[in-house]
């Protein structure tokens, strides 16, 4: 089982649709969480931290459940520019350093 | 230059020769890490810098990968007998945290390597 697991999608949405991805992960001393973006033939770039509490920026909506560890990224009112791979992060204090990537969540937000 | 820069940006080598991959993280990050991409996959940990010192080289794939950092700046990734399997993208990543809790990595663009 990998450490951090996504379904891959493709999610394909009109625009002005919600989608929302989920992400889980194996190991229960994760300590912290992020939402990286990959556009095609690009490198990954930070979307958004994952905060205990859930935290929102914009459109987007970042949530984390500890109990059963998954993370979740919601995106309202999808735009054309939403397409892209979405990354889920996660990382571990036992491994110093180490962020573990999931495969990544492919969006396509079609007009 | 503000990003993460590395070189060469393409590479194609014929199996069995060596490569070297160069990272100049951002000025003052002192954690620097090493990613690999193929094509439609995620990103695989090769190994993570504090400093000059790599407490994690938990991923690299095989003794012919080495990589080393001088000066707690510019670090090198070599590749020692290319083989097919070996292509990818190389993304290098920095980042001012290192202790455990890692903060925003940036990546650079990568270097794409094709070994025929």
């Known amino acids: 089982r990998k450490e951090v697991e996504q379904d891959p999608g493709p999610f394909n949405v009109p625009e002005g649709a919600t989608v929302a991805f989920n992400c889980t992960y194996s190991?229960?001393?994760?300590?912290?969480f992020f939402w990286y973006r990959q556009d095609c033939r690009k490198e990954p770039k930070l979307l958004m931290s994952?905060?205990?509490s859930g935290n929102e920026d914009g459109r987007f909506t970042a949530q984390l459940n500890r109990a059963s560890q998954y993370i979740s990224l919601l995106i309202r009112d999808s735009k054309l520019s939403d397409s892209a791979t979405y990354l889920c992060?996660?990382?571990?204090?036992?491994?110093?350093?180490?962020?573990?990537f999931g495969d990544g969540t492919t969006l396509t937000v079609k007009p | 230059g503000a990003g993460v820069s590395q070189s060469p940006s393409n590479k194609v080598t014929e199996k069995g020769k060596d490569v070297e991959l160069r990272c100049d993280p951002i000025?003052?990050?002192?954690?620097l890490y090493w990613y690999r991409q193929s094509l439609g996959q995620g990103l695989e940990f090769l190994i993570y810098?504090?400093?000059?010192?790599?407490?994690?080289k938990s991923g690299l794939p095989s003794d012919r990968f080495s990589a080393e950092r001088t000066g707690g700046s510019v670090s090198t990734l070599t590749i020692q007998r290319t083989q097919q399997e070996d292509s990818a993208v190389y993304l290098c990543?920095?980042?001012?945290?290192?202790?455990?809790?890692?903060?925003?990595?940036?990546f650079g663009e990568g270097s794409r390597l094709t070994v025929l």
């Open positions: 990543a920095s980042s001012l945290e290192g202790t455990g809790i890692a903060g925003e990595l940036f």
């Open positions: 190991n229960s001393a994760s300590q912290s």
């Open positions: 994952v905060y205990s």
């Open positions: 992060v996660v990382n571990i204090t036992t491994n110093a350093g180490k962020s573990t």
């Open positions: 000025s003052g990050h002192t954690a």
């Open positions: 810098f504090q400093g000059n010192s790599a407490p994690d």
